[in-house]
């Protein structure tokens, strides 16, 4: 039986035992990485270190590092048919950065029900989720820092809830070395923090050669506790196999026991039905012809019994 509390259960990121206040603020969509199967596979990590329209869902200062004109679509999988598709651009002009996107989701057929499985209603709901954003972003010093802010538009259409709000984000940068970067960013600011989940980031990534990243990230959403979480890139660049690049991913977040799937297939096949926490993605990219650079990328993200999350990303860059 579908139970949708168990989606926002899971969003608030811990459990109620262990924050009275979590998922006390609204719109708690917006924690999801939507928009870059890069982000998902890395964990929801990367404020230093993601670019372009990988960076607009996480920091507004990454899209400053934009080099080329981006096109990015994802199809977004989520539990029990809640479902989502995103589109983004970005335009670089000399130091100066412009981005766009717009995600939505959607779900129906849900049995609505309270944290004690007590029926709200009997009728089956249909709710809608969705957001749009305009960043301007910009880089200083020869592209070793970046500044960046961005201004969304949310709306909510749930269960006897049909909620909009405009709300803020802003972030920086700082290349110290090709090896080593920090990231800050601060999204969904409003008056209200109960009414719109706001997060807090800090992060660096340190890559030690053309192979290896490793990503330190600090959460913290306005309805839960700071947490440290952790991602990993393995990368062979278009040097060594001469046609593009193939990426590898892993993120961690410490996260609740969501128990084992016994109905995915997917995770079976994979050896994941126990695992929670972790996410995993894959990247090809094109060699850069005619100016024009194409890359396809997956993500999945396990949560035991609940099933998981998954994300196709297709980017355009020319």
Avoid: C
């Avoid at 959607?106 to 989720?129: C, H, I, M, Q, W």
């Avoid at 990247?283 to 005619?290: C, D, F, I, K, N």
Wanted: charged share 20%; proline share 2%; aromatic share 16%.
């Amino acid at each position: 039986m579908k139970k949708l509390f168990l989606i926002f259960y899971l969003f608030s990121g811990v459990s109620y035992a262990e924050n009275k206040d979590a998922g006390t603020s609204g719109f708690t969509f917006l924690k999801l990485p939507t928009g870059s199967a890069r982000l998902e596979g890395l964990g929801n990590n990367g404020v230093a270190l993601l670019e372009g329209t990988d960076a607009m869902s996480i920091n507004p200062a990454g899209v400053g590092f934009a080099q080329m004109k981006e096109l990015n679509f994802s199809i977004i999988s989520g539990f029990e048919g809640y479902d989502g598709k995103y589109i983004s651009y970005v335009e670089p002009h000399g130091t100066n950065v412009i981005g766009l996107n717009f995600g939505y989701y959607s779900a129906d057929g849900f049995d609505v029900r309270d944290y004690n499985g007590v029926p709200l209603n009997d009728e089956e709901v249909t709710f809608k989720d969705m957001f749009g954003s305009f960043v301007f972003s910009k880089s200083f010093f020869m592209e070793r820092f970046s500044l960046g802010a961005g201004v969304k538009y949310v709306s909510e259409d749930r269960y006897e809830t049909n909620d909009n709000s405009v709300v803020f984000d802003a972030g920086a940068v700082l290349k110290l070395s090709r090896k080593i970067s920090f990231g800050f960013s601060k999204q969904n600011i409003s008056g209200d923090d109960k009414k719109v989940v706001q997060s807090t980031r800090y992060g660096m990534a340190l890559s030690p050669n053309n192979y290896f990243t490793l990503l330190v990230d600090s959460k913290k959403y306005t309805d839960t506790d700071s947490k440290l979480s952790f991602g990993l890139e393995f990368t062979l660049p278009e040097e060594v196999l001469q046609y593009g690049r193939f990426v590898l991913r892993a993120g961690y977040n410490d996260s609740a026991d969501y128990g084992k799937s016994y109905d995915d297939s997917l995770l079976e096949n994979l050896g994941l039905t126990t695992t929670s926490g972790w996410s995993f993605g894959i990247g090809v990219y094109s060699a850069e012809r005619l100016g024009r650079v194409y890359s396809l990328e997956y993500s999945i993200t396990p949560y035991g019994e609940l099933g998981k999350t998954s994300q196709f990303t297709f980017k355009l860059q020319f």
